[in-house]
């Protein structure tokens, strides 16, 4: 008959026969069915019934009855079946439609109508309506006659998810019975079918429902969806699956298309329709014309947005008049959920995404890839069926996916477009990933959901994105030909490692830096000439691992051409890895893109960036994939029975199980016994530490500082001063037991009860703290209390720490810009917030070293992380503890080999669970079954015999992750069963752990919890820290780690199952962590071993090579200790090991992209060099970008990150700082000041009643008490007296003790006190800052300039800056608008202020620690304020003060101390009295009525105290005090007037005052002290020098000792100068005070960089009398004298200050001085009577100090001194340029004199 093959084969012949006759009986058609166009095919061809379903021999289980090719083919005799095994028997055919109900009657009659059952073929699909090949309907749905025959594997659905359903572990057991479970049945009823067939229309023959309204399809290769228009039905359409070759081009009339007819009921699934009419008759179209399908079919459909509907019309030549639109080729339907509805699109991530159609794109029947029937093949023929009918089930729906909405449009040109082949995935073995490069990648059609388009390169390619930097130069930039070469060269010298973007980069860096100008022997610069022949010599040179393709055409030409040969090739073997496509046209740019082919490299790229969606929806066939692996294992030559096994010695122990622990027990014994034994409680069960280590103090104290620099940097962003008080929330990821580890932590750290947030110490009460982000209601309404509370407390720094929630910051987008919140973000992957968008500022970040743990802790603890484990691969004296598992990596690649549509974690997790399942039986028999690793086969064995060997039951933990929950909780299921069934459910535990999910534990072992800690049976772990010492299996699920602790008691953690997701650092570093902990260890000579090791560094470069040095030293230190505590065994898959072990010193970080929340900024870039953290986060916000935008605005200055290797201390390090941080708070508002220890003056002869007021000839009849009562005095030298004690003396040398604190209170303070820059209330802030809302009180400063004609220094220029709000304190004048005065009220006239006295604040300490804030202690009222400053002070004192007026002192004054900045205040004030003085008299005004006193204060006092009558203290305002002092009779006839210092020890006596020296707070009545200067070259005693000479005037002076003021206590000295060293000498030695003074002339002194007359004060104060501390001099009887004022000579050594121009002195009759002291560098040379009168003993000591040499000689000559002094002439160590001071030092010899009166 012409058959090619010759003849034809009976058997086949009467099946064919059999089944033609059988449906031309159940035909209503008149036309037979085309039996001889079935057979009459080529030799490759199958019969064509797609109805027919062959039926193994004796019901042999389907699953064993396909041979298995290597490449997971299968054998043409069993197209339909799935498993190992060869066919045998060639199968019996069996009908899969109903039977005949009884004979058919040969005689006339009628014919009776039955109904069909309701197991009708129409009814038993939910997802599609046709039978495809290869996929059967479920058995229940099936005749009567094929009830009795398992469906294949891939058949068997569940409406359920497979953590639902009840068949967990049969999934990984065959032998368990593996009935199918039914399905859901349509979502529209079926219509009941009589023998004649349903006639309504809109329903098939069979009842299905075929309207467009309703229909969901799924269709086969080739065919699409097209829709029929009935007279009967106008409303609606009829859906038909029709062959796409039978159909014309859309847009096309002309275009070649096979004639005839090929269509499929999309309702029913009946296929293999011939004939138009037939197909018509099937599906009810009711025609009343001739049925042909250019008069029926009218429309594609398409799908928009999930919905199917009418596309365009179908270009028949007789309408080709109508406009043609865009037509889809395949119409896929996306995956329909349980309900039958269409589930939504999926978002893929950037990278690979499956390409599908959209909504329209064209039929794949163009003229250029059909294929006309060969002659002798019938016209009616299935083009489809020589394809489907030989591929294997589980290939075809792997290639299903749901529709992308990536996917562009193809154009209408076919030439712009490229079609993939139909069995493009089954030669490759894998889908093909295409990595779009240069160029546009052109639209995919046809079978797309065999290709993966990739972006992964393209970012290299484009232009303006690849230069190292902006403003890099073009000669720096490759062209797109080089660029192309070296992604070639790249890809290819990659081998089986998998590509990365990153890598490639580093190969584009180094082809633009490197200057040999070669790339493997090509030009550094590539032409588009040269670029064909250089990369088919690369792609020769690879062993065929690449190919190269050059076309000229178009890019879509040469991707259709390498596709069509991939899909040809005939062995997947044959295939290459990557086929690179050039396209290279003549007039326009170069086109570049790359066919991933290589299984193990488009499955990586694959698989890898799916997205956790797409993945959950790969798993949907777990349970047909299970079973496939299952029945493999069952009976390949290499696999063992292992549920034989199980169960024959699970019967063998006969109901009795293994003991839980103590190996004195017997072998086996009573599950009952089992469940009763208790462990007794262990003492030595380790707790987690919860004690502070240094580096955690450290990084607490850094994030301090940080947040200290935000407020000073600027006070609108953060101001400390406003906060009373610290609030917190704890932000974690969704996952339950990190909660409870964070609420663990924060109740052991007893912060809340340390900042005051709770009042009861209990574990609950910290959970209003902790919120988990996810979206349940608790959550929500927690943080809306949050918020709450954050608006109405004002006055609380809430602190807000994000951790570990990357940069995930919904919900508190309300708060981000509020005042009173500081975010704080703690990560241990920091890429996500490390961008060039992020909201933290690069300084705002802290991290926490592990070299910081080594350095500050004492104890043997350390950190054993990432880098560590990295360490230990180089390892030489034992196995390092990162390890691969070679051998599980080659049983999986081996397996995926054979079922190439098998996702790898499938394949992965099935092998795994089976190795740990034959590693437990081994373990339980003790015998040696094949199909477990090493490394497996010895974690177990550690996990079941440790329990046995200690008597209290501990062992170690196995950590198994499995990142899909869907295999986990399989695998949970499985080895449970297994541990139960060998008799092991008493030794070991398996736990299933998830972020949603609590831990639990089963009694037995719960209660051995208990029973270790003692503690009740209410308790329940809680975390997993609390599982310490449990033997168990932990399986960790879920996509993601969360940074949860593990306990001690981990021994390995399994990782071999985590290859996707690895693809970047964060992944990688979040699954090490978990195996991250601090270990105790013990050194061993580590110093030898260093030197053994080679390990030493080279003690020249120790400062160059400081960082590799602490990690060379790390390293070793971890090498060479023995341990107590050995860190866990880490087995990582190949991939990662790969990654790690490449790169050992932490370079791996350069090799993989940061995170998957990011992207890069260019292709192009320079390479990370560095490991250290500031570097690659540097790097990081430079070169990469976050992948979504950031909700904040950027740098925001109130948000911090803290970051550090993982479980390093973090969490301890933020509870840390927000103690701290609240105790800096309360200190701010707790001021610490000065308790001063007094004693009791000489009493008064004339007492006055408390409080009132002094009267003025009572003070002057006072004596002048000279005791120095203030503490901060307590370095000088006692003014002697007569009744100075022995005690006195005593008491004040050992009061002044190196570096001991003076005494000190805390005060808190309030609205009566001072306050520097850091308080900040709305009362204040105009007083402060000048904030205001009204434009006429912008805030403008004008310098005014000030010159002072002093005698002494000459004429010298100050300056005020006067800010605008202080113009009206001054008077200028009209016309140039200079500065006259400051203006003076008159006595006796009311003033428009509150106080009269104008107030001079000396700036000593820092200007944001002075208390310059007297808003509040003022009560309000005005005043007149200047701060008073040094020149170089002044830009800090403007920007923390802008509202204050400043006087600039000149630029002398900058090397001065405070007796210079008092003398400048004076002389300024004296000459400003003068001014006003002189104005009021032009004015008619009494000169001499202008107001005389100023208050000259400190910057340090805080607050006033007055005592009242009865004795009690009230505290009032400066204001009120001020006032009152003013308001006294007779306070302009007083010279100096002052107030007492505070001190808790101080008794207010019946005196009222006191006459005594005045510092801190002084009214200078600048009139009679006209005469009298401070004096300017004094430095810490300027006060009692003054006041001493001011009374040595006789002017009164006078203390009021119930007024007392408080000083705040500063460790900073009165800004002293520094002392240091001239560059231009040498150092020899420390400078110390004996080294101050050198002999005239002497060059080899080091000579010093510090004002003379500072280092002549420290040197008469330090080492100048100390010659008389060593002799047996009485100093208490003998002091030392003091010429014109008062000079200290230190602690011990009293003086007795006196002047010769105050008359003769009664204490000098009968004295005989230890010393003399002369300085005539402000005073005048005392007269020569008034020094021969003064008696010394013998060896007293001279110091004459003169301004230089001259002077001194000149005072020598006219005192006379050579007469009875020894002198010796010195000078201060000081350069030229300043000017260095004379210093005559003699020793009275009383042989000197008496030897010249007996000359005379």
């Given at each position: 008959m012409g058959n090619s093959q010759g003849q034809l084969k009976s058997s086949r012949f009467e099946n064919a026969l059999h089944m033609s006759i059988e449906q031309s009986l159940r035909s209503s058609s008149a036309t037979p069915h085309p039996l001889f166009s079935q057979l009459y095919l080529e030799k490759d061809i199958k019969v064509g019934l797609p109805e027919v379903l062959p039926v193994p021999p004796d019901h042999v289980d389907p699953c064993r009855q396909v041979a298995i090719s290597p490449r997971g083919s299968t054998q043409q005799e069993s197209v339909h079946q799935r498993g190992p095994g060869p066919p045998q028997v060639p199968p019996r055919l069996v009908s899969p439609l109903p039977p005949i109900p009884g004979p058919i009657p040969l005689v006339h009659g009628p014919i009776q109508r039955v109904v069909l059952p309701p197991s009708s073929l129409a009814q038993s699909y939910h997802q599609q309506r046709y039978i495809i090949p290869g996929q059967f309907p479920p058995p229940h749905a099936?005749?009567?006659?094929?009830c009795n025959v398992p469906p294949p594997p891939s058949l068997r659905h569940s409406d359920k998810p497979p953590t639902q359903q009840h068949h967990h572990s049969r999934l990984l057991s065959p032998k368990e019975e593996r009935s199918p479970r039914g399905q859901r049945s349509s979502a529209s009823p079926a219509r009941p079918a009589t023998l004649e067939g349903c006639q309504d229309v809109g329903f098939c023959k069979a009842g299905a429902d075929i309207r467009l309204s309703s229909i969901h399809a799924k269709l086969p290769d080739r065919f699409v969806l097209v829709g029929a228009t009935s007279p009967y039905l106008p409303e609606d359409t009829l859906v038909a699956a029709v062959d796409g070759r039978f159909l014309p081009l859309p847009g096309n009339a002309q275009s070649l298309h096979l004639t005839g007819f090929s269509g499929d009921c999309v309702g029913c699934g009946k296929r293999g329709f011939r004939y138009f009419s037939e197909f018509a008759n099937h599906i009810n179209l009711k025609v009343v014309s001739e049925a042909k399908?250019?008069?029926?079919?009218?429309?594609?459909?398409?799908?928009?947005?999930?919905?199917?509907?009418?596309?365009?019309?179908?270009?028949?030549?007789?309408?080709?008049?109508?406009?043609?639109?865009?037509?889809?080729?395949?119409?896929?339907?996306?995956?329909?959920?349980?309900?039958?509805?269409?589930?939504?699109?999926?978002?893929?991530?950037?990278?690979?995404?499956?390409?599908?159609?959209?909504?329209?794109?064209?039929?794949?029947?163009?003229?250029?890839?059909?294929?006309q029937p060969p002659k002798k093949r019938h016209r009616f023929h299935n083009l489809d069926e020589e394809k489907q009918a030989g591929e294997s089930p589980v290939k075809r729906r792997m290639h299903s996916h749901p529709p992308s909405p990536e996917v562009k449009l193809p154009p209408s040109n076919a030439k712009d477009s490229a079609f993939v082949p139909a069995n493009l995935a089954d030669c490759c073995g894998t889908k093909v990933a295409i990595l779009e490069c240069c160029g546009s990648l052109p639209s995919l059609h046809g079978h797309v959901s065999d290709v993966s388009v990739s972006a992964l390169f393209r970012r290299s390619f484009l232009r303006g994105t690849n230069e190292l930097s902006e403003g890099a130069q073009t000669e720096n930039t490759l062209n797109q030909p080089t660029r192309i070469l070296l992604l070639i060269k790249y890809l290819l010298q990659l081998g089986p490692r998998l590509p990365y973007c990153e890598g490639f980069a580093a190969a584009l860096t180094r082809a633009v830096t490197e200057t040999d100008g070669s790339l493997g022997g090509t030009s550094s610069v590539v032409t588009r000439e040269q670029l064909p022949s250089l990369a088919k010599l690369s792609a020769d040179a690879s062993h065929g691992s690449g190919r190269v393709v050059v076309t000229q055409d178009s890019l879509a030409a040469g991707l259709t051409e390498v596709l069509q040969s991939l899909a040809s090739s005939l062995s997947a073997d044959r295939c290459p890895d990557y086929t690179f496509i050039v396209c290279d046209p003549e007039h326009d740019e170069l086109q570049f893109c790359v066919v991933v082919s290589g299984p193990l490299q488009a499955r990586a790229l694959i698989e890898g960036s799916t997205s956790s969606a797409d993945r959950a929806n790969q798993h949907s066939t777990i349970a047909e994939d299970i079973l496939l692996l299952a029945s493999h294992f069952d009976k390949s030559c290499q696999g063992i029975e292992l549920d034989d096994l199980i169960a024959k010695f699970s019967a063998h122990l006969d109901g009795k199980v293994f003991p839980p622990f103590n190996s004195a027990l017997p072998a086996k014994i009573d599950e009952s016994e089992a469940s009763e034994m208790k462990p007794t409680p262990y003492e030595d069960l380790h707790e987690r530490d919860t004690s502070l280590h240094p580096h955690q103090i450290r990084a607490a104290m850094m994030l301090l500082s940080r947040v200290c620099s935000i407020a000073d940097r600027d006070r609108s962003s953060l101001d400390l001063g406003r906060f009373t008080e610290v609030g917190l929330l704890i932000v974690t990821p969704p996952s339950e037991v990190l909660y409870e580890q964070t609420v663990d932590r924060l109740h052991s750290s007893r912060i809340l009860l340390d900042v005051n947030l709770v009042s009861m110490d209990s574990r609950d009460a910290g959970k209003p703290f902790v919120m988990k982000l996810d979206d349940r209601t608790g959550s929500q309404s927690q943080l809306e209390d949050f918020v709450a509370n954050v608006r109405s407390k004002a006055e609380t720094l809430f602190v807000v720490v994000l951790d570990s929630v990357g940069s995930d910051q919904s919900g508190f987008q309300e708060i981000a810009d509020v005042p009173n919140v500081l975010f704080l973000h703690v990560s241990s992957t920091p890429y996500s917030l490390q961008t060039r968008n992020t909201p933290i500022p690069r300084e705002n970040e802290i991290h926490m070293d592990k070299h910081q743990y080594v350095e500050g802790d004492s104890s043997h603890s350390r950190y054993f992380g990432i880098r560590d484990y990295q360490a230990s691969l180089g390892w030489t004296n034992q196995t390092p503890l990162l390890q691969s598992d070679e051998t599980f990596e080659l049983m999986a690649e081996s397996l995926l080999k054979s079922y190439p549509d098998l996702h790898s974690r499938i394949a992965g997790t099935y092998l795994l669970v089976r190795q740990y399942s034959v590693a437990i039986l081994n373990a339980a028999t003790g015998q040696n079954h094949r199909g477990a690793t090493d490394a497996t086969m010895v974690t177990v064995q550690d996990l079941i015999a440790s329990p046995l060997a200690d008597k209290h039951g501990r062992g170690p933990m196995v950590l198994l992750r499995i990142p899909s929950p869907q295999l986990a909780a399989l695998a949970y299921q499985r080895l449970r069963q297994v541990r139960d069934r060998l008799g092991l459910s008493y030794r070991f535990e398996v736990i299933l752990a998830g972020p949603d999910r609590a831990v639990e534990v089963h009694q037995h072992f719960l209660q051995r919890l208990q029973a270790w800690r003692g503690l009740p049976s209410s308790w329940a772990p809680a975390t997993y820290e609390d599982l310490e010492g449990l033997p168990c299996i932990l399986i960790l699920t879920d996509e993601h780690t969360h940074g949860e602790s593990m306990p001690k008691s981990l021994k390995v953690v399994d990782l071999r199952l985590v290859n996707e997701g690895m693809f970047d650092l964060a992944g990688l570093e979040c699954e090490l962590g978990l195996a991250s902990s601090h270990v105790t260890r013990t050194p061993v000579d580590a110093r030898s071993t260093e030197r053994c090791d080679g390990d030493e560094t080279g003690t020249g470069d120790e400062s160059t090579k400081r960082h590799e040095k602490s990690e060379q030293d790390a390293t070793t230190a971890t090498r060479r200790m023995e341990a107590d505590e050995e860190p866990p065994l880490v087995l990582v898959s190949r991939q990662a090991f790969v990654v790690l072990n490449e790169a050992q010193s932490g370079g791996y970080a350069c090799s993989l992209p940061p995170c998957n929340d990011t992207r890069w900024m260019a292709g192009l870039r320079p390479p990370l060099t560095s490991s250290s953290s500031e570097d690659r986060s540097s790097y990081y916000r430079e070169w990469t970008e976050s992948s979504h935008e950031m909700p904040d605005t950027m740098n925001h200055p109130r948000r911090l990150l803290l970051y550090g290797p993982p479980q390093i201390g973090k969490t301890g390090a933020y509870l840390h700082f927000c103690r701290v941080l609240h105790h800096m708070l309360v200190k701010l508002q707790e001021v610490e000041v000065d308790d001063d220890h007094r004693t009791t003056g000489p009493s008064n002869p004339d007492p006055a009643p408390l409080g009132g007021p002094p009267d003025l000839s009572r003070v002057e009849r006072m004596t002048f008490d000279t005791t120095i009562y203030q503490e901060r005095y307590k370095h000088c030298s006692l003014i002697w007296h007569p009744g100075m004690s022995k005690q006195d003396l005593t008491r004040r040398a050992t009061s002044d003790v190196q570096g001991k604190k003076n005494s000190t209170v805390l005060v808190k303070a309030t609205k009566l006190t001072s306050h520097n820059s850091f308080h900040s209330c709305e009362e204040c802030q105009s007083y402060c800052t000048g904030d205001s809302t009204k434009e006429s009180e912008i805030l403008t400063t004008r310098i005014h300039e000030f010159r002072i004609c002093d005698p002494l220094l000459g004429e010298v220029s100050c300056q005020f800056i006067i800010p605008s709000q202080q113009e009206s304190n001054f008077i200028f004048e009209n016309e140039t608008g200079s500065l006259c005065s400051l203006h003076l009220p008159v006595t006796g006239q009311e003033n428009k202020q509150a106080v009269k006295s104008p107030m001079f604040m000396l700036m000593r300490n820092l200007p944001e620690q002075s208390l310059a804030n007297l808003y509040h202690v003022m009560d309000g009222c005005r005043h007149t304020l200047v701060l008073v400053c040094k020149e170089k002070d002044t830009d800090a004192i403007r920007k923390q003060w802008p509202c204050h007026t400043v006087l600039v002192l000149p630029l002398l004054a900058n090397s001065m101390g405070g007796g210079g900045l008092k003398y400048f205040v004076k002389r300024v004030a004296t000459q400003n009295l003068r001014a006003e003085r002189l104005r009021y008299q032009t004015l008619g005004v009494d000169p001499g009525s202008v107001w005389p006193l100023i208050l000259i204060m400190e910057d340090w006092l805080f607050s006033w105290r007055k005592t009242d009558m009865s004795r009690s203290e009230v505290e009032v305002s400066l204001n009120s005090v001020i006032c009152h002092v003013e308001a006294l009779p007779d306070i302009t006839q007083f010279a100096l007037m002052g107030v007492d210092q505070w001190s808790t020890r101080s008794k207010v006596t019946q005196r009222d005052c006191r006459k005594s020296f005045v510092d801190n707070m002084v009214f200078l009545n600048v009139e009679l002290t006209e005469d009298v200067q401070y004096n300017p070259y004094e430095f810490f005693h300027e006060d009692i020098d003054f006041s001493w000479r001011v009374h040595n005037r006789q002017l009164p002076i006078c203390t009021l000792a119930y007024l007392q003021v408080m000083v705040k206590s500063t460790l900073r000295e009165l800004n002293p100068p520094d002392i240091i060293v001239h560059p231009s000498t040498l150092s020899r030695g420390p400078i110390t005070a004996d080294r101050f003074l050198v002999l005239p002339g002497a060059d080899d002194c080091a000579l010093l960089l510090a004002p003379p007359h500072f280092v002549v004060e420290k040197y008469l104060s330090d080492v100048a009398f100390q010659g008389l501390l060593s002799s047996s001099m009485d100093l208490l009887h003998h002091p030392v004298l003091v010429m014109e004022g008062y000079i200290s000579l230190g602690p011990k050594i009293p003086v007795f200050p006196v002047s010769s121009t105050a008359g003769p002195v009664s204490e000098l009759e009968g004295m005989a001085f230890s010393g003399l002291v002369i300085d005539t560098c402000l005073h005048p040379v005392p007269?020569?009577?008034?020094?021969?009168?003064?008696?010394?003993?013998?060896?007293?000591?001279?110091?004459?100090?003169?301004?230089?040499?001259?002077?001194?000689?000149?005072?020598?000559?006219?005192?006379?001194?050579?007469?009875?002094?020894?002198?010796?002439?010195?000078?201060?160590?000081?350069?030229?340029?300043?000017?260095?001071?004379?210093?005559?030092?003699?020793?009275?010899?009383?042989e000197l004199s008496l030897g010249i009166v007996g000359q005379l």
């Open positions: 099936m005749p009567p006659l094929m399908k250019e008069n029926h079919l009218r429309y594609y459909i398409t799908l928009r947005q999930g919905r199917m509907v009418k596309g365009a019309l179908i270009p028949w030549q007789d309408a080709a008049a109508r406009e043609p639109r865009m037509l889809p080729a395949v119409v896929e339907v996306p995956p329909q959920s349980g309900d039958g509805r269409t589930s939504p699109d999926r978002e893929h991530p950037q990278g690979i995404s499956d390409i599908h159609v959209k909504e329209e794109s064209d039929p794949p029947g163009s003229s250029k890839d059909l294929k007269s020569k009577q008034f020094i021969q009168q003064s008696r010394f003993i013998d060896a007293a000591q001279l110091v004459l100090i003169s301004p230089d040499g001259n002077s001194a000689r000149t005072a020598v000559m006219e005192l006379d001194l050579e007469r009875n002094w020894q002198l010796e002439t010195l000078q201060t160590a000081n350069t030229r340029e300043d000017g260095p001071m004379a210093v005559i030092r003699g020793t009275y010899r009383t």
